[in-house]
């Protein structure tokens, strides 16, 4: 999918590399502007998913590529959850 984030109500899907600055840096700026803000993250990058995943903590992961049904399963659980594994 050709998007770098995409804004979903009062959550945000954005991609973990982007230029200029990481997805989880802006998790971290707009968590700062309201805190109830769920991310789901996604990348292409197989390391982002194993070992450096700190970020993942208060947000949910998406494996590219993905299909849209993916996608949507994905959003939904973020807009259900806020505290459960999220991988």
């Given at each position: ?18 230029p ?24 292409g990058y ?42």
């Amino acid at each position: 999918m050709e998007f770098q984030h995409l804004r979903v109500g009062c959550e945000r899907v954005t991609d973990v590399v982007m230029p200029k600055m990481r997805g989880p840096e802006l998790a971290k700026r707009l968590k700062g502007l309201r805190n109830t803000m769920r991310i789901v993250y996604m990348s292409g990058y197989l390391e982002y998913n194993r070992g450096n995943e700190d970020f993942l903590e208060e947000g949910f992961f998406l494996q590219k590529p993905f299909s849209r049904d993916t996608l949507v399963r994905k959003v939904g659980e973020a807009l259900r959850n806020s505290s459960r594994s999220r991988t």
